[in-house]
T-cell receptor, first 113, second 113 residues
Framework: EAQVTQNPRYLITVTGKKLTVTCSQN?????MSWYRQDPGLGLRQIYYSMNVEVTDKGDVPEGYKVSRKEKRNFPLILESPSPNQTSLYFCASRPGQGAYEQYFGPGTRLTVT | EDKVVQSPLSLVVHEGDTVTLNCSYEVTNFRSLLWYKQEKKAPTFLFMLTSSGIEKKSGRLSSILDKKELFSILNITATQTGDSAVYLCAVSAVASGTYKYIFGTGTRLKVLA
């Protein structure tokens, strides 16, 4: 089944404790993105990647890192999480140039205390 | 600044009613407009529109884009309780040589039996 998977789905952590949220897609898509969704603000792009080893900042990259060492995986790293990073996070992928439809993962609900 | 505005913010209707959801945008280097349905999980793709005046249709849902007036509508006829969800509008645009997506905050639709 074609899908985008994320792990963990739920995470409660404390300020400053490094964490990684994994994202994997099995559709051989070139483009992958991370979004956060907050009430009243909609989905906002954190980082995106156009292909292996090619990443760039979205609209709200502060406090986050990403890497794209393999085409299928695009982990989101929070080196020192803070309470303002409490949010619902989505990973998304799309085939590539000219294909605008994105496929979303199931989401990761992160709480930082 | 690029922005996507959806209206109404929320809507309550009865089964069988027809609803129209609105999405207006101000975006530089527009490429496409996408509609998503979000229940208590990841957004799922409904439509992608790139050309003005061409209606996209899927069952009871339809959508059309007006690139001159910079808006799109999503129509749902004969609504059912299963249509209850948040409907998201997103616009893809080219910025700094790559694509970005700007999401609206969504319209929350509740369909009563």
């Amino acid at each position: 089944e074609a899908q985008v998977t994320q792990n963990p789905r739920y995470l409660i952590t404390v300020t400053g404790k490094k964490l990684t949220v994994t994202c994997s897609q099995n559709m051989n898509h070139e483009y992958m993105s991370w979004y956060r969704q907050d009430p009243g603000l909609g989905l906002r792009q954190i980082y995106y990647s156009m292909n292996v080893e090619v990443t760039d900042k979205g609209d709200v990259p502060e406090g986050y890192k990403v890497s794209r060492k393999e085409k299928r995986n695009f982990p989101l790293i929070l080196e020192s999480p803070s309470p303002n990073q409490t949010s619902l996070y989505f990973c998304a992928s799309r085939p590539g140039q000219g294909a605008y439809e994105q496929y979303f993962g199931p989401g990761t609900r992160l709480t930082v205390t | 600044e690029d922005k996507v505005v959806q209206s109404p913010l929320s809507l309550v209707v009865h089964e069988g009613d027809t609803v129209t959801l609105n999405c207006s945008y101000e975006v530089t280097n527009f490429r496409s407009l996408l509609w998503y349905k979000q229940e208590k999980k990841a957004p799922t793709f409904l439509f992608m529109l790139t050309s003005s005046g061409i209606e996209k249709k899927s069952g009871r849902l339809s959508s059309i884009l007006d690139k001159k007036e910079l808006f799109s509508i999503l129509n749902i006829t004969a609504t059912q309780t299963g249509d209850s969800a948040v409907y998201l509008c997103a616009v893809s645009a080219v910025a700094s040589g790559t694509y970005k997506y700007i999401f609206g905050t969504g319209t929350r639709l509740k369909v009563l039996a």
